[in-house]
């Protein structure tokens, strides 16, 4: 009798044992961490060494590796590789870390530091090529020792190889499913790893238990793309989203009123800018007229009105942190509407006689649109006509910035990810990334620009990197507006500071 109780409870227990490891099977995923981020853009694939844009490095960054890491003070620290040293003038030479595996288990080795460094220096179709051309060959040494051969003296090497365009990639992956195929399914040996891409929508990323970091906080890394300032604010307020970047200024006393979440403020190398076509027959080829136009900005009023007090306005593109940038451009307004009338005047234009037209993006970066708006009403007040057109970003960069069709007046905010002066100015020169842009080109510029790319002699350097910084200033190819501000909306659930490289770096942020 009690083996046919026996037996007649044991489906009963078997029954109410899967029951509870059903629920608890529940209460594990129900208490799965997950990071999302609320980002203006969508990346544009997964190939690391062809793209412009900090907004979508944000987000690859957490997937591949440098062989240096810049952390959140700014400083230079070991990551693929453990150690550095200066062989000579033309060499360097890395010890790479052991027991690095990819995503997929195979080990990391040498050979793919020299198959990603390669490609991005060689290859000249590639967006980062111009940032890594100076990179002759990787010579490997063994499966953990390289040295990198340059083409001439690079006094930045370190900083390159820890930045954009540096991330390494596995040789066996690309080899076996190409580019294409890689670029939407990569495989890295970051903190996370590929789980799900829906383009203009979401980037779904996993923690990847085997980083030689040890494994992040979180379990799921979501960044979405959300290019309407009102839905990201709404988004955090109601919890869906922990971090919204691009924060609107009008809108950061109510998210901190509402007490669900925290606006950061967070000064960038990022500097608003505006780029004037110089070519023959525009109304900015003359001097006087793109003279004018800067002395026309009060750039203290545009970061009051625009950007809420949150930036400072500068006369070029310089911020703290960045080597070698001549400081003695940094909060500066040389707003003066009485010469700017003189001078449209001695270029021949009375009041109202000169019309220029505006374009810029709209949703990119932190007030874009209203900064064209003001920068119009500014010039009106002149005696200056001007037409404008905002774009969303992929409208903007596929009609007019990256078509190299500015008809006047360009609005951009440029980073400085070298954080290197010489790197603000890498895009001028008369064969540079911009030259169809600005038509501008200056050959004593270039000089200085190109001595001081190869100068170990670092003070000689930051003379050659001033005097071309000074050339720009008269100039005005480009004009610099003013330094952002990051405006970072963060829930109160997490534990973060923005970096000033504008890098979520997920590793970094700690639930509460």
Not at 18 to 27: D, F, M, P, S, T
Request: with cysteine; aromatic share 8%; proline share 6%.
């Amino acid at each position: 009798m009690p083996d046919a109780r026996r037996s007649r409870r044991r489906p009963v227990l078997k029954r109410m044992a899967l029951v509870l490891i059903g629920l608890a099977l529940v209460a594990f995923a129900g208490a799965q961490r997950t990071l999302t981020v609320a980002q203006t853009v969508d990346i544009p694939g997964f190939d690391p060494h062809n793209h412009g844009l900090t907004a979508v490095e944000a987000v690859i960054t957490n997937v591949f590796d440098y062989l240096l890491f810049r952390d959140a003070n700014g400083d230079i620290q070991p990551a693929l590789a453990t150690g550095y040293e200066q062989v000579d003038d033309l060499t360097w030479r890395f010890t790479l870390r052991d027991g690095v595996v990819w995503h997929d288990g195979e080990p990391f080795t040498a050979t793919d530091v020299k198959f990603s460094l390669e490609r991005v220096a060689r290859d000249s179709s590639l967006f980062e090529h111009d940032s890594f051309q100076q990179i002759a060959e990787v010579e490997i040494v063994n499966d953990h020792e390289i040295l990198i051969h340059t083409t001439g003296p690079d006094p930045v090497l370190l900083n390159r190889v820890s930045r954009k365009g540096a991330d390494i990639v596995p040789k066996h992956v690309i080899d076996a499913v190409g580019w294409e195929g890689f670029s939407v399914n990569p495989v890295g040996t970051g903190p996370f790893r590929f789980v799900e891409w829906v383009r203009d929508d979401r980037v779904v990323l996993e923690a990847f238990p085997g980083h030689w970091r040890g494994a992040p906080a979180w379990d799921r890394l979501v960044f979405r793309a959300v290019p309407e300032d009102a839905t990201r604010v709404g988004e955090l307020l109601t919890g869906n989203v922990d971090i919204a970047v691009n924060f609107p200024t009008q809108d950061v006393e109510r998210t901190r009123g509402a007490g669900a979440a925290d606006v950061v403020s967070q000064p960038t190398t990022r500097i608003m800018m505006l780029l004037f076509n110089t070519a023959d027959g525009k109304a900015t080829s003359d001097p006087r007229v793109r003279e004018a136009v800067e002395l026309a900005i009060d750039k203290e009023l545009l970061v009051e009105v625009v950007a809420g007090g949150f930036g400072v306005p500068v006369a070029a593109r310089v911020s703290p942190g960045v080597d070698m940038a001549p400081m003695k451009y940094y909060d500066r307004n040389d707003y003066n509407p009485e010469r700017a009338q003189e001078l449209l005047a001695e270029a021949g234009y009375g009041p109202g006689d000169l019309t220029i037209a505006l374009q810029g993006p709209s949703g990119r970066y932190p007030g874009d649109a209203d900064t064209l708006a003001v920068v119009q009403v500014m010039l009106k007040e002149v005696g200056v006509n001007s037409t404008l057109e905002s774009l969303e970003w992929s409208a903007y960069n596929s009609r007019i910035w990256g078509a190299d069709n500015v008809e006047n007046i360009a609005l951009i905010g440029l980073a400085n990810s070298l954080f290197d002066g010489w790197f603000a100015l890498r895009s001028l020169p008369c064969d540079g990334a911009y030259a169809k842009r600005t038509n501008w080109c200056n050959p004593e510029f270039d000089k200085l620009l190109t001595e001081a790319e190869f100068n170990l002699d670092l003070d000689e350097r930051a003379r050659q990197i001033e005097a071309a910084f000074d050339i720009v200033a008269v100039e005005r190819p480009m004009i610099a507006l003013f330094q952002i501000d990051a405006l970072v909306g963060v829930s109160n659930q997490i534990t973060w500071q923005p970096r000033p490289d504008e890098m979520i770096w997920a590793f970094d942020i700690q639930p509460k």
